[in-house]
């Protein structure tokens, strides 16, 4: 029982040796990791210790690390751009160069991703590197190519969503590619389908055939149109219920079915608009100003613009041009709100600054951020012709501008 009893002391003795020599190497490894990343990046401390509890310590050795910092310099990159690489991913320094990073990197430089761009994209995903040049890579990069046209495409598609280089299911974008020509989408709405959003391509083929199905049988818009795209957005960016929810909306107020589909199939983007904005929008046109629905689905634009900043600003402005009973162009509503902001000033603000009351016009369009501050002080420093009084609201109406906060 003796004998038992001090072999099991012998061998935990032997373990309490063990273990300690290894904490002991791995904390000395672990110092020297921190050193080194301090020496050769410029790591604070605080940097250098949270980036070495990301990697394995019994990897480190000075070798390596030297050969990865030359390489990533001859590539181009400066210490910057290397401090970026490494404290994303410290196990970087641990890449073999000539097998892994020299290959991986020279196959996303020949497509033109360089610089920054370069960097900015293996730190949002460093597996990239750890993928198969000839397996993996390649071959998705040619399937981007023949989808988005050109290299430049890909990069752009590649910075937007880094993670399409290292993705597993190939196979699944291939799917979807195909599912969306057999439907009869466009090679051009594909791609501009898969620039405005490439995790598209990464779903399911079920949840990609469910959208075709409701755009084209739900909300009858063409596959072929040029709208596809912007639709296929719409819906993808928002649950099936909470789109059917804001369809309710617009039926609340009067609108058909057909009146929806014509708003959609003129505007997806008014679907994603919030259920907020939609009842704002619609109080203001229909119960207020009058119009029909059938107008507003034949111009749907005009729902999207903001209604406090845009709409109503504009709306004051005639209707102080017309208390004042000045002649104007008579246009709609609908040309007014769409006009960009320098053509509204130049046609409706300046053409009426002798004639109109100035303070109060000037002051709600800087506060509803209609009118750039510097319309403002060229019209403020243009010689008062008028009275002394005239000229006193204006200082004042300068003193608001000086001091307003704009935020």
Wanted: hydrophobic share 40%; aromatic share 12%.
């Amino acid at each position: 029982m003796l004998v038992r009893f001090r072999g099991k002391c012998e061998a935990l003795s032997r373990f309490h040796c063990f273990s300690s020599e290894y904490l002991y190497s791995t904390s000395t490894r672990n110092n020297f990791f921190v050193k080194y990343l301090i020496n050769s990046l410029g790591f604070s401390k605080e940097e250098a210790l949270l980036a070495s509890t990301k990697v394995n310590s019994w990897k480190f050795s000075k070798k390596n690390p030297d050969l990865v910092l030359n390489f990533l310099k001859q590539t181009g990159l400066d210490n910057t751009q290397m401090k970026i690489l490494v404290s994303t991913s410290p196990k970087f320094l641990f890449y073999d160069v000539s097998k892994t990073l020299k290959p991986k990197f020279q196959c996303l430089m020949d497509i033109g991703l360089s610089g920054s761009d370069l960097v900015n994209v293996i730190a949002k995903d460093s597996t990239i590197v750890e993928r198969g040049l000839v397996t993996h890579l390649k071959p998705t990069i040619n399937c981007l190519r023949r989808t988005l046209g050109s290299d430049e495409n890909v990069v752009k598609a590649i910075k937007r969503t880094s993670w399409l280089l290292s993705f597993g299911g190939r196979n699944v974008m291939g799917t979807n590619l195909l599912l969306l020509k057999n439907y009869g989408v466009s090679d051009d709405s594909i791609q501009k389908l898969v620039l405005r959003n490439p995790r598209y391509i990464t779903q399911k083929p079920e949840w990609v055939k469910d959208l075709l199905h409701r755009l084209e049988k739900d909300f009858r818009l063409s596959l072929d149109s040029s709208m596809f795209p912007y639709g296929f957005h719409t819906l993808a960016s928002q649950k099936k219920a909470r789109c059917e929810k804001k369809l309710e909306i617009f039926k609340s107020f009067g609108w058909s079915d057909d009146d929806i589909l014509t708003m959609f199939r003129k505007l997806p983007y008014c679907i994603a608009l919030s259920e907020v904005k939609i009842q704002k929008g619609l109080s203001l046109f229909m119960k207020e100003l009058g119009f029909e629905s059938a107008y507003l689905a034949s111009h749907p634009s005009i729902l999207i613009y903001s209604m406090e900043k845009r709409v109503v600003p504009r709306m004051q402005v005639l209707k102080i041009l017309d208390e004042k009973k000045l002649e104007r162009r008579k246009v709609a509503l609908y040309t007014v709100v769409s006009l960009k902001e320098k053509k509204f000033i130049e046609t409706f603000v300046l053409p009426y600054k002798d004639q109109v009351y100035m303070l109060f016009l000037f002051v709600h369009l800087v506060k509803s951020d209609i009118l750039s501050r510097w319309v403002v002080i060229v019209w403020l420093l243009t010689p008062c012709k008028k009275s002394y009084i005239e000229a006193n609201l204006n200082l004042v109406l300068l003193y608001d501008w000086l001091f307003f906060d704009e935020h």
